[in-house]
């Protein structure tokens, strides 16, 4: 539901299936138990969480020396959208939300993309109608196969 979205904006970053929510709540719970995390540790986590991932799937265009600055401490929205486009070289790369550390200590960081953020495709190459993004059609993505071009399609490129 996430990647299908053929809008790159803020309610980018609160498409998620109800059951991709309910294990990611599952999975958390676990953690918190396991660590014994306190409850105000476990709100403040979910608040960044939630306020990072609204950030990154904005529309913000950051000037591009502070965007350049910025992207070594925090993922900046122009970093994050190249995750989103259909060339899967470039969605395999950017996975971060916060902290772009990871990526580029993983090398799946990639500074910009090949068409520009004017001239990309974002989306799923087999959910690109209207049709494809209505309710009852994105509930049921995950019954229809797997989608090409992923980040967990085996077939897709990886390199840079």
Do not use: C
């Not at 403040?44 to 965007?67: C, K, Q, S, Y």
């Not at 071009?149 to 085996?154: E, I």
């Amino acid at each position: 539901m996430h990647h299908a979205d053929l809008e790159f904006d803020v309610t980018t970053g609160l498409r998620f299936h109800p059951v991709e929510i309910v294990l990611s709540m599952v999975i958390k719970l676990a953690v918190v138990a396991a660590l014994g995390a306190p409850a105000v540790a476990v709100l403040l986590f979910e608040v960044l969480l939630n306020a990072t991932a609204l950030f990154n799937h904005g529309t913000i265009r950051l000037p591009a020396g502070w965007d350049r600055v910025l992207r070594w401490v925090m993922v900046t929205p122009d970093m994050h959208r190249v995750h989103h486009s259909v060339i899967p070289a470039e969605t395999n790369s950017n996975f971060g939300f916060n902290l772009p550390w990871w990526d580029r200590l993983l090398g799946t960081y990639r500074a910009q993309l090949k068409a520009g953020h004017d001239g990309m495709t974002i989306g799923i190459e087999q959910f690109r109608t209207r049709r494809d993004l209505l309710l009852d059609r994105i509930l049921l993505q995950p019954l229809r196969g797997p989608a090409n071009g992923g980040a967990l399609d085996s077939r897709s490129e990886t390199g840079k």
